[in-house]
C-alpha cells in the first residue's frame, strides 16, 4: 500500500465528538497528526463532509473535512 499522507500519524485510542448542526456523534479517534485522523464511528450514516472534531482530554477542537470512509472508520483533513 503506498503511503499518500504529508505526514505520519501516531496511534491513539481516544474519545472524541463529531459534531455539526446542533448535533453530536461519538467516535473513537485511532490515530492523528497535525494534518488529519482517522474515526470510528458506529455508523457513517448522516455523518456530513464538514464538521468540527472534539476531543476533550485534550482541549482539541478542528473544523474537518472527509477525505474517505469505509463501514466504520472515517478519515479526516484538518482544515
Keep these: 500500500m503506498i503511503e499518500r499522507r504529508s ?8 474519545g ?8 453530536g456523534i461519538d ?3 485511532r490515530n492523528i497528526s497535525s494534518n488529519g485522523a482517522a474515526l470510528d464511528v ?11 472534531l472534539a476531543i476533550e482530554t485534550d482541549h482539541f477542537l478542528r473544523p474537518c473535512r472527509l477525505v474517505w470512509n469505509n463501514d466504520h472508520r472515517l478519515g479526516v483533513a484538518f482544515e
Excluded: D, M, N
Excluded at 7 to 14: A, G, M, S, Y
Excluded at 42 to 52: E, L, M, Y
Design 7 to 14: 505526514e505520519p500519524r501516531r496511534r491513539v485510542f481516544k
Design 16 to 23: 472524541g465528538l463529531i459534531s455539526f448542526g446542533g448535533a
Design 27 to 29: 467516535c473513537t479517534v
Design 42 to 52: 458506529a455508523s457513517i450514516i448522516g455523518i456530513p463532509k464538514s464538521f468540527q
